[in-house]
Structure formats: C-alpha cells, structure tokens
C-alpha cells in the first residue's frame, strides 16, 4: 500500500481537515514531542507505525508545553528545529505532524482549569519540578482530545511521566492504549536527550556516571539474584558444603556458604552500588550535582523496602553544568528477579 501524503498542521483546524479528507480504515497513534527530534523520537514514531500498520494514522506533536516549566528552567533556550523534526518524523514514518503555537493551544491565554497530578506528582521530580507534571497531564489531556488516537506511544526515560499518563488515563477513563517504549541510548550508555547538545565534552564525560551508576546497580541485582538462584540448588548447611567439596564442587560449597553467611541484600546493595558511581562523579572536574537517587514501585513511585517483591524501576536525576538529566533502568525482584 502507497503511503499518503504526509502533511504539517499548524492549527487545530487544519488538524481537523487532515482527518477529514484522510481515508484511515486502520488505528490512530500519537507520539508527542516537544521538538528537537532525535533517534529516541524516531524510535517511538516508528514504533507507532508498526503498531498502528500500513493502514493506520501516525500523528506526531510538537509543541514545547510552556505549563510543565517552572522558575529559572530552560523554556526561552529549549531548541526549536521544527524544519528538521519535519524530516525526521517524516522518514520515521509518522503522517502529519501537528505543530501549535502556544495561542493555539492556549487561546486566551494559560488555561484556568488544569489537572493535577495527585501525590504521586508531587515526589521526585515533583519535589524538584513543582508544578511540572500538572502541567505535564493538562496538555496530554489536550491533546489526546485533539489527535482521537486510539493509542498514544511514550518514552520509558521519562519513566514517572509514563507512570502519571497511565494513571490519568486510567482514573478519568481516557479511552487511549499507554504504550511505553524502551530508552535508546547513545553508543557510550548515555539516554538520549534534546539537553544533550547543551553538554561540553568535558560535561558530556561527566553525565556518563549516570547510565553508569544504573548498570552498576543492575549489574549488582543480578550478580544477587543469580547467587540466590545457586543457593536454590546447593542447600548452605555446613555438611552439605563439606560434602560438595569432597567431590569437587568447591565453587558451589564457596557460593553456598556465602548465601548462609552474607549480609542481606536486595534493594540496599543496589542503591549503593549505585551510588558509589555517583559519588565519585561527584568529586571530578567538571563535577556531578545529584538531584536524587531512588528505587521506586512504579505504581506510585514509592521507594520500594527490603522487602519488596516485584517490579521496581532505579531512578536518577542531576545536574551537569547548567544541564540537568534524568535517566532510569526496570529492574525486577523476588521470584522472578532472576530473569531482570
């Protein structure tokens, strides 16, 4: 099937008449954007296509939201590229891009009535973004409104913003499928960003600690779980250990007994081996400024005990420079920990 032309909407109405003179006998996906389009957008937009297919509708957005910045944030010198995005959401395979001034959106100015992001809202980069995912879910509300997709496709990097979107579109029945998409990252681990471009390189090889500090910690859950999986199957009494070592099995009998002997882990030695990675990036030139650092439930984004059994996501969030970056990676405990 030939693809139909792809087009740029700059108005609600002339989103309206795309639809209207656009045969889509398939689905509808979004993927909204604040511009500045990179190989971690072309990654959704094109995940978008294969959910939707051949026969659906991909509308991309582009719209840097001014409610989700607060005081002293980058709204004024976060970068414009709509020509370039263009580009790229076209070769990504998206159908129109929906591209709105603040007046369009906003006719009469910031809206009076907004939604409000609840408890979970107010934690993490709640606390250091007040007001942000309020204005966050005011204008995805909006804009499900005016895209009608019957699914809408967002970037597991901003893992509390997906968390927020599923809530709301779960307690106001929003009639909209919340896909997450995995994080793209660049060759070196960094996530990709728009803010990258502010980075020096020097700054650059700071931020690195970040992706750092998440595989340190998910490579010390796994170096847990896989010890745990062994004591499974080498019982840690002392004549057990005694007798696998008598037949040879001495790094099973070493495993076994360091299972029986060890300080309990879980949660505690994966957030300090994360740590550890943040806090020498902290005493480097250019340094590391830590904004937070948690392991979270993903259903509300509290920090998970030592007891927790389940899906968690690791979380982090700092400042470079004048660049703040957040990064995350799932992890899993408990029964099936083993499989993170």
Do not use: C, W
Not at 1 to 19: C, N
């Amino acid at each position: 099937m030939s693809r139909r032309p792809f087009e740029l909407a700059p108005t609600v109405e002339d989103l309206k008449y795309v639809y209207d003179h656009s045969a889509v006998p398939g689905r509808t996906a979004v993927v909204m954007t604040m511009g500045a389009l990179h190989e971690g957008h072309a990654a959704l937009i094109r995940a978008a296509r294969e959910r939707v297919g051949d026969q659906g509708f991909v509308i991309v957005t582009v719209f840097v939201n001014p409610l989700q910045f607060g005081a002293g944030e980058d709204l004024d010198r976060y970068p414009r590229t709509l020509d370039a995005d263009l580009k790229t959401a076209e070769q990504a395979g998206a159908d129109v891009v929906f591209a709105p001034s603040a007046d369009e959106v906003y006719p009469g100015g910031e809206p009076q009535v907004r939604l409000s992001a609840g408890p979970m809202g107010e934690r993490l980069e709640g606390t250091s973004r007040p007001g942000h995912f309020d204005g966050m879910l005011t204008v995805v509300a909006k804009l499900l409104h005016l895209t009608r997709p019957d699914v809408a496709l967002f970037g597991q990097k901003d893992a509390q913003q997906l968390a927020l979107i599923r809530r709301m579109a779960r307690d106001l029945n929003f009639g909209v499928e919340i896909v997450g998409v995995p994080t793209v990252r660049e060759e070196d681990g960094l996530a990709l960003s728009s803010r990258n471009r502010y980075l020096s390189p020097e700054e650059r090889h700071t931020a690195l600690a970040l992706s750092r500090a998440l595989f340190a910690g998910r490579d010390r859950h796994a170096a847990q779980e896989a010890l745990r999986a062994r004591a499974r199957e080498v019982p840690s009494t002392h004549a057990r250990a005694e007798a696998l070592s008598a037949i040879g099995e001495s790094r099973a009998a070493a495993d076994a007994h360091a299972v029986a002997t060890a300080v309990p882990g879980g949660p505690a030695t994966v957030r300090a081996a994360a740590r550890q990675v943040l806090d020498e990036a902290a005493r480097i030139d250019p340094p590391l400024r830590l904004d937070y650092l948690a392991l979270v439930d993903p259903s509300d984004f509290t920090e998970i005990g030592d007891a927790f059994d389940g899906e968690a996501v690791l979380v982090v969030a700092a400042r470079v420079g004048a660049t703040r970056l957040i990064d995350n990676i799932p992890l899993t405990f408990g029964s099936l920990g083993a499989a993170s």
